[in-house]
């Protein structure tokens, strides 16, 4: 039983299925950076949504010229001096100018934005304000949504999965507390290839497999 809860835990635990992908991720990520930027030259990242904990193994810290900044709604201390924490809203960038940071990242960020006006003001300051960008998200036709790890819940009511989440522990072996259950409710909007397409037009699209399934996409322009 524990393997199982540890599969479908959040990416948070090392054990789990997301973390994999994750860790898989920031090697392919990590590749395409190094084919683009110089080891020797400044380097200035924008991480929407992020944290420290998600750099804390990546070979970019190993650059003394990289600098990360970390966007959030709330400022979220890090223990690490390479990065600096930032207030903001990923949607509206106005303290930023144009084309101010070498690079955006952002990951399983872009999907919490309520609507999909709110990811098309996102998707505009992200080719505003960066020169490059890695964006990724969920799938939504991937069969298990990847927040609550419930088979085929994005094509339900949201009342059938909010019982689903609050009244059994069909999701990841437990029940979540209502208010937030309710708060993912209504924040996730999944999005699918063609929409990341329309709202990174031009960039590369880097598909996440599993079992030939398409589990998450990240729209970049690193070549």
Same mark, same amino acid.
């Given at each position: 039983m524990s393997f199982i809860t540890d599969l479908f835990s959040p990416s948070e635990n090392p054990r789990s299925l997301g973390a994999k992908f994750r860790n898989q991720r920031q090697k392919d990520f990590e590749d395409? #950076?190094?084919?683009?930027? /110089?080891?020797?030259?400044?380097?200035? +990242?924008?991480?929407?949504g992020g944290t420290d904990y998600f750099w804390k193994n990546s070979a970019l810290l190993d650059l003394p010229n990289?600098? +990360?900044?970390?966007?959030?709604? /709330?400022?979220?201390?890090?223990?690490n001096d390479r990065f600096k924490a930032v207030v903001g809203d990923a949607t509206s960038m106005p303290q930023f100018p144009d084309q101010s940071f070498d690079l955006i990242f952002s990951n399983s960020v872009i999907e919490h934005l309520y609507t999909w006006e709110n990811q098309q003001k996102m998707a505009a300051e992200i080719l505003r304000v960066g020169k490059k960008h890695f964006i990724q998200t969920p799938n939504k036709h991937f069969p298990i949504e990847a927040h609550y790890a419930i088979p085929f819940s994005q094509y339900v009511p949201? /009342?059938?999965?909010? #019982? #689903?989440?609050?009244?059994?522990?069909? !999701?990841?072996l437990q029940k979540w507390d209502p208010a937030h259950a309710q708060q993912y409710l209504d924040e996730i909007r999944l999005l699918t290839l063609q929409e990341m397409k329309?709202? #990174?037009?031009? @960039? @590369? +699209?880097?598909?996440? !497999?599993?079992?030939?399934?398409?589990? @998450? +996409?990240c729209a970049h322009n690193l070549g």
């Open positions: 395409l #950076f190094f084919k683009n930027f /110089s080891k020797t030259k400044p380097v200035r +990242i924008l991480d929407l990289v600098e +990360i900044t970390l966007l959030n709604l /709330s400022l979220d201390p890090n223990e949201k /009342s059938w999965v909010f #019982f #689903f989440l609050t009244k059994t522990k069909v !999701s990841r329309k709202l #990174f037009p031009g @960039s @590369s +699209i880097y598909k996440e !497999s599993w079992l030939g399934m398409t589990k @998450s +996409i």
